[in-house]
């Protein structure tokens, strides 16, 4: 009798003794993975919200950049149909870039030149 | 009353990469290369009638891929110039989503420093159809005139198809001023796979293989770290140390940069030959390859010695030049083309 209890208790003590740290390195390993995934998705929340904005920032640049360049083109916009404003475009962008350099110029005359005489083989 | 929209276009037409830029801000780089389906099975899975850049390259093995530039030039046959339109058309529909039927597109297109007139003519002939007004110029001056460097100073481009150098003076260059060399990046990639297969004769290459090392260890430099790479032998994968043999094809392509450089410096002014040695600019993909502007100084030590200095936007630096000329011209001017 004496016996049964001495090993009954021994082995409780022993698997309390062997179980009971498991178990809670166990539990502290699930909570920390826990808390761990949590800041994880936060993070990816945080960094999608980021991206989302990122995204419709380059939109709206984009945008302003297409109305912009419009906005100037619009001073060269050309009337197909009617010579005398496209002559009239002609003359206002002569006069937009007439503080070019005579050096830049004179580079713009030859290198359109160059393309003149190419097309016009082409063409032959 | 219609109206139309005037939109200006750089374009770098290379022989592995193409990029484009802008005057809406938009730029865009893709490789030159479309892949039609090779059956029908192919033709079902894509479900397109081709396949463009990376998106053809990663779906290779279904399609026949077409590159449609050799040498920096538009190949002289007709399933070369329809991928070369198809490129094209596709570069300026990404970057200019909002074009229009009756807007316009001035383009200014950068080709390899000594292109013959035949291929301007190509050009000119298969973009008459979606760009309403082209200028053709010479790339190395397209980088040059996007920096503003029109002073004394020597520009390398070195490309896929071919090396170009343009010595600026001032004054607009001339046929003189400027030298092509096929010594660039597919001849690396050639030399590279020659000399592998000299060393190591069953390894299993492909032109992405070589690409791939040569951007990650390609370098002209007296030392580097060893180049060991994984490639497979009759479908065994295994190491090979190409150190040795990528320093040596490396050096094929410097130093015929270096005698083009030499060249160039010799033959020039006298009195302007130091300030040209000591302004050298090194642009294009294979500005990439570590070491090449020490290189480059290198080939000038019996000169009196040099400076060489690498382009930060490699990709667009000959696009961004074209657009800044498209740009700049008077619209009078154009009005001559």
Request: aromatic residues 4%; hydrophobic residues 35%; glycine residues 8%.
């Amino acid at each position: 009798m004496l016996g049964n209890n001495v090993i009954q208790i021994s082995t409780g003590k022993l698997l309390g003794a062997t179980l009971l740290p498991s178990s809670i390195l166990l539990v502290g390993g699930i909570i920390i993975w826990q808390i761990w995934r949590n800041k994880q998705s936060r993070l990816q929340t945080k960094t999608d919200v980021l991206n989302d904005e990122l995204s419709q920032i380059k939109k709206q640049m984009a945008d302003l950049q297409t109305a912009n360049d419009k906005a100037k083109s619009g001073e060269s916009m050309q009337t197909e149909n009617t010579p005398s404003a496209a002559q009239h475009t002609n003359q206002k962008n002569a006069g937009k870039k007439s503080g070019k350099s005579p050096g830049e110029m004179g580079l713009f005359e030859y290198l359109i030149e160059d393309n003149i005489q190419l097309r016009k083989s082409t063409l032959e | 009353m219609s109206t139309s929209t005037i939109y200006h276009i750089g374009i770098d037409l290379g022989t592995s990469q193409s990029s484009i830029v802008t005057s809406t801000g938009k730029r865009l780089s893709t490789k030159t290369c479309v892949g039609h389906p090779k059956d029908v099975i192919s033709q079902k899975r894509l479900n397109k009638s081709h396949l463009l850049g990376e998106e053809a390259l990663k779906n290779r093995l279904s399609l026949n891929l077409v590159w449609p530039l050799a040498d920096g030039v538009v190949r002289d046959d007709a399933v070369a110039h329809e991928a070369t339109q198809l490129v094209l058309k596709d570069l300026i529909q990404q970057t200019l989503p909002s074009l229009e039927k009756e807007d316009k597109v001035y383009a200014t297109i950068g080709v390899p420093a000594l292109a013959s007139v035949q291929d301007k003519k190509t050009i000119i002939s298969i973009t008459k159809d979606f760009i309403d007004k082209i200028l053709i110029v010479s790339e190395p001056f397209a980088v040059a005139y996007g920096m503003d460097r029109f002073d004394e100073c020597l520009i390398v481009d070195i490309g896929a198809g071919t090396t170009d150098l343009c010595r600026m003076s001032g004054s607009i260059p001339g046929e003189d001023d400027q030298r092509s060399l096929t010594e660039a990046g597919n001849f690396l990639d050639q030399t590279i796979t020659d000399a592998i297969h000299q060393q190591y004769p069953d390894v299993q290459l492909t032109p992405q293989i070589i690409k791939v090392i040569k951007e990650k260890h390609g370098y002209v430099s007296d030392n580097n770290d060893p180049a060991i790479v994984s490639l497979t032998k009759k479908g065994q994968p295994g190491s090979y140390d190409i150190t040795e043999i990528l320093h040596k094809s490396c050096l094929t392509l410097s130093d015929a940069i270096g005698q083009a450089v030499q060249s160039l410096v010799a033959d020039f002014d006298p009195d302007f030959q130091e300030i040209l040695r000591h302004n050298i600019i090194v642009a294009g993909g294979g500005s990439r390859l570590m070491g090449i502007e020490k290189a480059i100084e290198k080939s000038l030590d019996s000169y009196g010695g040099g400076k060489a200095s690498c382009i930060q936007d490699v990709e667009f630096c000959g696009a961004n030049g074209c657009l800044k000329m498209c740009q700049e011209m008077p619209e009078n001017y154009w009005d001559k083309i």
